[in-house]
């Protein structure tokens, strides 16, 4: 794909479309690895007393596997490109479902911002992206509360979430 605004587009939705079915399932989460970059950086702004941050392609995708009874469907709202700077900036809806029951368990928005860069066979990879997810309401279940499901009770949230 080349670096044009239709081809960031067409990147884009196909990223979205296809980490919602294969990146947070074990089983398929290589497929992913066409769509990040060996070096990818994920800084997230989770409402933690600092920004969680994961490096490296592979620890990401370890990571978004790791809620098995749980994952997010991602559905783009808006989306900004700038084709010279290899940038996109998107306003997305997660939705996290269960598994078992394809029930909506929480819903939720947050805005990220992509760094793109050509991989070495020439395909557009996701360089790092910066999360900043919605702030809800207390007493609102959240995508946070649903992925804690398969976490052990014992585990505080900050240590969980901390990979750096």
């Known amino acids: ?44 702004y989770l409402g933690l007393p600092e920004a969680v941050v994961y490096r490296g392609r592979d620890t990401f995708l370890a990571r978004g596997a790791m809620h098995p009874s749980s994952y997010e469907r991602l559905t783009p709202e808006e989306m900004t490109i700038d ?4 940038t996109v900036f998107a306003v ?38 910066i999360f900043f997810p919605q702030r809800v309401a207390p007493g609102i279940l959240t995508g946070f509360d649903v992925f804690q499901r398969d976490s052990p009770s014992s585990d505080s949230p900050k240590r969980h979430m901390q990979a750096d």
């Open 1 to 44: 794909m080349e670096m044009s605004h239709d081809g960031i587009l067409r990147f884009m939705q196909d990223y979205l479309a296809v980490y919602g079915k294969a990146g947070q399932d074990r089983a398929l989460a290589d497929r992913m690895t066409e769509y990040f970059s060996p070096d990818f950086l994920f800084t997230g």
């Open 83 to 86: 084709e010279t700077q290899h």
């Open 92 to 129: 997305i809806k997660f939705e996290f479902v269960d598994r078992q029951t394809g029930d909506v368990l929480a819903v939720e928005r947050g805005a990220t911002h992509y760094q793109l860069a050509l991989g070495e066979d020439g395909g557009i990879r996701i360089k790092s992206f």
